[in-house]
């Protein structure tokens, strides 16, 4: 058998080995470095300089920190890697404003990116945070990169990675909570009913901590209506990368008179600009919020909506 030939016996992959993994193929594989290049949307392919692993700042963790030359331009590309752990407190905004930080203070970098790395079942569905990374690149794709290669040593390492694919779909086990699942279902059924515009996707099974509402409707990409259940606000949300985000002077008093919770707010996390609307807060136990509730979070949703398109000639 050949020696790099996969067997059954193949050990447990941990984040820390995809990692080393990744490292050595951004450094040593076109392949790879064209993957990225492709999912950064770059007219060229960058070359690597250098490449760091668990760099440590003040505002936290860098999985990969690779430094990158595209033409006569330096820069940094920052990889979170995820196998199945779910993101920490404002992992994803950190990861963006380490970015913008490399930029505007960092010694010779003239660029600078950040990009999620996971399996595509960690990615499937649409997430907010995920707004935050300026390239997503799915195991499956870098393993098919690695593969390319089509040498012994590169088919052993598209097999690990396709194993640590299996590992977390295993891992992937939602726990459903009925009565969340259920709450999510008078929301669609509202909002389908009621405020179709929002165009609210029919519900999945849903866990005990989902609370976060996205939608979409005809909003154009990088940008969200939010709607925090537990924190009680529905946010209009211009991610990095919006083509257009709200101005300081923007007046919110039109937005206001059509709302019945409360007073809008122009607020900024990281690179994210966000109009806020505080709702009436839901119980303790949210997923026993009433219909009127869910209708004023409807409600403010639209009226999110179409302020947005009102402005939208004004440059928001």
Known sequence: MDEFEPSNLLPRLYERDIDVLLQEELIFNEGVRRLFSTALKLDETFQVLACRLSVVDASGETDVLATISLGSRRGALLVENKIDASFQPRQPERYRERTANLVTFGESCEIAFCALVAPKNYIREEH???????????????????????????????????????????????????????????????????????????????????????????LPPKVTIDWKIKKATVDLSFWPGALTTPQDAIDLAILETGLASGKPLLRTFGATRVITVPLSRPPSDFVSMSDELIREALKTAAALQIFYHEQKERSV
């Open 128 to 218: 907010a945070d995920f707004a935050q990374f300026d390239a997503i690149v799915s195991y499956e794709e870098l393993a098919a990169a690695i593969e390319a290669q089509e040498e012994p040593r590169s088919r052993h390492r598209a097999t690990l990675l396709r194993r640590a694919v299996d590992q977390a779909r295993r891992s992937y086990v939602l726990v459903e909570a009925p009565a969340v699942t259920s709450l999510w279902q008078r929301i669609y059924q509202i909002a389908s009913s009621e405020y179709p515009t929002l165009e609210m996707k029919r519900p999945n099974d849903k866990g005990s901590n989902s609370s976060w509402v996205i939608f979409k409707g005809s």
